[in-house]
């Protein structure tokens, strides 16, 4: 049994920094890139982060790319996020088992969802 586990959000204000956390049993790391997605309301999910199994490059989306960094070590992976803006604001998910290749990410119907940490930003 597959099981994504997220921590880390919270309430931030403007300019500062969280690192969210996620932990994935049940998988080999061979088999599992990873990703961060995120949820505002109103908002479709969009894809974040992803990074491979092997972490030889990572993906960012514009509005992560030079504020966000990714890593993981096997099956735990990290998102550091500094100079955080309000509009970061949304519920982030940790996905495992995502398709990245260095200039897009996407999830599919094999991918594994975690419950969500909220992040809040605050102006």
């Known amino acids: 049994q597959v099981q994504v586990v997220e921590s880390g959000g919270g309430l931030v204000q403007a300019g500062g920094s969280l690192n969210l956390s996620c932990s994935v049993s049940g998988l080999t790391y061979e088999e599992n890139n990873m990703g961060w997605f995120r949820q505002a309301p109103g908002r479709e999910r969009e894809e974040v982060s992803c990074i491979p199994w092997t972490a030889e490059f990572t993906y960012y989306s514009d509005s992560a790319k030079g504020r966000f960094t990714i890593s993981r070590e096997k099956n735990t992976m990290y998102l550091q996020m500094n100079s955080l803006k309000p509009e970061d604001t949304a519920m982030y998910y940790c996905?495992?088992?995502?398709?990245?290749?260095?200039?897009?990410?996407?999830?599919?119907?094999?991918?594994?969802w975690g419950q969500g940490t909220q992040v809040t930003v605050s102006s």
């Open positions: 996905a495992a088992v995502v398709l990245v290749q260095s200039s897009w990410c996407t999830s599919s119907s094999s991918t594994y």
